[in-house]
């Protein structure tokens, strides 16, 4: 795995930034990801100067990226996005559990808030071990947001006892 963390210093992290934009915006996927300032490339690119973004790459471009939204607590909002061909592979899932791991560890968070809209992706968060702590009312674009959450021992307890095999299968719906 090459997870490494996206540095808005370097000119070639920034061209991989403007092309997974443009692959966002060929595909009608930016507005399932992001609100409509980030339709403005200008707001997308200030969007990860400040947060944690983790992103995995191959000769395509970017295919995982993973951003941690700080809080003034002790935690932060977790988000990604997997290129089409990459959702639900062993090697998404390996990093996934990495980006968690950074946030966890490096970034030293208590804990880790997810949100959506499709239950289909909440039912996801649970099988991977977080724990859902409700719905909120038009928070996602306008539609309600299933919140679920992980606190860093829960991290820890999963990431201990869970074989690769296991955490894929919970991707696939097993």
């Known amino acids: 795995m090459a997870l490494r963390q996206y540095d808005s210093t370097n000119p070639q992290d920034e061209i991989l930034l403007l092309q997974w934009w443009s692959h966002l915006v060929e595909t009608n996927e930016l507005r ?7 339709e403005r490339v200008s707001e997308f690119l200030l969007a990860f100067r400040h947060d944690v973004l983790l992103i995995e790459t191959d000769e395509r471009g970017i295919w995982g990226a993973f951003w941690f939204d700080k809080s ?3 935690g932060a909002f977790f988000s990604l996005w997997l290129r089409r061909d990459h959702r639900q592979s062993k090697a998404s899932l ?11 560890h490096d ?13 289909v992706i909440a039912k996801l968060h649970q099988r991977y071990g977080f724990h859902r702590l409700g719905i909120v009312p038009g928070l996602y674009f306008g539609n309600d947001a299933i919140v679920s959450y992980m606190t860093d021992d829960q991290f820890d307890a999963i990431a201990g006892a869970t ?10 719906g097993g």
């Open 163 to 172: 074989e690769p095999t296991t955490l894929a299968e919970a991707a696939n």
């Open 32 to 38: 399932t990801v992001f609100d409509e300032r980030y």
């Open 94 to 104: 390996e990093a996934i559990s990495l980006a968690l791991g950074v946030g966890f």
């Open 107 to 119: 970034l030293k968070f208590r804990a880790i808030l997810v949100v959506t809209s499709e239950p």
């Open 72 to 74: 003034p607590l002790a």
